[in-house]
């Protein structure tokens, strides 16, 4: 069993930034990959980035690309998400998410094992 954590979210204006933290609570950290996901109020839970372990490997939704940085943290058992020139269609709660194995597309959410509780990111016009 894996407990993720997820902080970091607020209340930034548009153009602002945030950065999320995830930590995962395994001891021997071994995943294949970690992954952002994110759900708007009434919209499904999509897709914003994934990370994977060994390689470093990055992926991004395009909506994202050039905006958003996904990186690993030194103790590696975190994830982060830089989020820049944030807008207001990125408020949503955010999720980070843990592929134990890979052999599945991280760009959906059956490629992940275990999943944080989420923070939420809201940004103003």
């Known amino acids: 069993q894996v407990t993720l954590v997820e902080s970091g979210g607020g209340l930034v204006q548009a153009g602002g930034s945030l950065r999320l933290s995830c930590a995962a609570s395994?001891?021997?950290?071994?995943?294949?990959?970690m992954g952002w996901f994110r759900q708007a109020p009434g919209k499904e839970r999509e897709f914003v980035s994934a990370i994977t372990w060994r390689a470093g490997n990055t992926y991004y939704e395009d909506s994202v690309k050039g905006r958003f940085a996904i990186s690993r943290g030194n103790a590696k058992n975190t994830v982060y998400l830089q989020m820049n020139s944030l807008k207001p269609e990125d408020t949503a709660v955010y999720y980070c998410?843990?592929?134990?194995?890979?052999?599945?597309?991280?760009?959906?959410?059956?490629?992940?094992?275990?999943w944080g509780q989420g923070t939420q990111v809201s940004v103003s016009s």
């Open positions: 998410a843990y592929s134990a194995t890979g052999g599945r597309a991280l760009g959906t959410i059956r490629g992940y094992d275990y």
């Open positions: 395994e001891r021997t950290f071994s995943s294949y990959a």
